[in-house]
């Protein structure tokens, strides 16, 4: 059974570092073909994709969101991160973390944690 | 970028009946078109993989098609459970990109 769930602050001040935990079950990130994405969605509105990590840690990120993304994993513990520097309130939103499965089809996902709620204010 | 448009964007169908979302990619995608269902207060599911490919658990009444630029789910038989908002996503190039999303109701 694949399960993720992802831990946050919860809320946190302008120009700080969010960052957030993937901790996932059922499946292996050392999987060949393996990988697990990171979306958002704020309040209301539609999903971003903001970074996704394979394997092989070959990692991808949104430009839109510039240099400020950082993702990584710890394959052993089964968890995934994704960090991201001099927040403001644009970044408030549900962070999600989802699996990305092995197969020849890449970049769709098909197991979703529940999301965590991020705040930005002062 | 690869924009994805989808239309309608919401629309309203009664029990039972038939409905179609259609997506429309910026360039041609190679049939890498994902399409999630999310429900209020939940985060989205898979329905439908590499533009027709029906995810495990779905029901059959889920069905999507198209390729190159074009793509469309079809929802036959019109379910209570089926209202919701529905994403496509494209995975055929980075950044992976998300449609704004299509609100479907029961009338």
């Known amino acids: 059974q694949v399960t993720l769930k992802e831990s946050g602050p919860g809320i946190l001040q302008p120009s700080q570092t969010l960052s957030l935990t993937c901790t996932f079950s059922?499946?292996?990130?050392?999987?060949?073909?393996?990988?697990v994405g990171w979306i958002r969605q704020p309040s209301g509105k539609g999903l971003e994709w903001l970074a996704n990590?394979?394997?092989?840690?070959?990692?991808y990120y949104n430009p839109s969101l510039k240099n400020r993304l950082t993702i990584s994993k710890d394959t052993s513990n089964n968890q995934a991160f994704l960090k991201i520097t001099n927040v403001d309130t644009a970044d408030t939103a549900t962070y999600y973390c989802?699996?990305?499965?092995?197969?020849?089809?890449?970049?769709?996902?098909?197991?979703w944690g529940q999301g965590v709620m991020v705040t930005v204010s002062s | 970028d690869i924009q994805m448009t989808q239309s309608p964007h919401s629309l309203s169908a009664s029990l039972g009946e038939t409905v179609s979302i259609e997506c429309l990619a910026s360039?041609?995608?190679?049939?890498?078109l994902a399409w999630y269902q999310q429900k209020p207060g939940k985060s989205p599911q898979l329905l439908i993989y590499y533009a027709s490919s029906l995810q495990d658990g779905v029901p059959s009444r889920f069905s999507g098609s198209g390729s190159g630029t074009q793509y469309s789910l079809k929802i036959s038989n019109m379910q209570p459970e089926d209202e919701g908002v529905y994403y496509c996503?494209?995975?055929?190039?980075?950044?992976?990109?998300f449609g704004a999303g299509t609100k479907l109701e029961l009338k």
């Open positions: 996503q494209q995975g055929y190039k980075y950044p992976n990109t």
């Open positions: 989802a699996r990305m499965p092995e197969g020849i089809v890449p970049n769709y996902f098909d197991y």
């Open positions: 360039e041609g995608i190679s049939n890498y």
């Open positions: 059922g499946f292996s990130l050392s999987t060949y073909g393996m990988g």
């Open positions: 990590i394979w394997w092989d840690d070959d990692k």
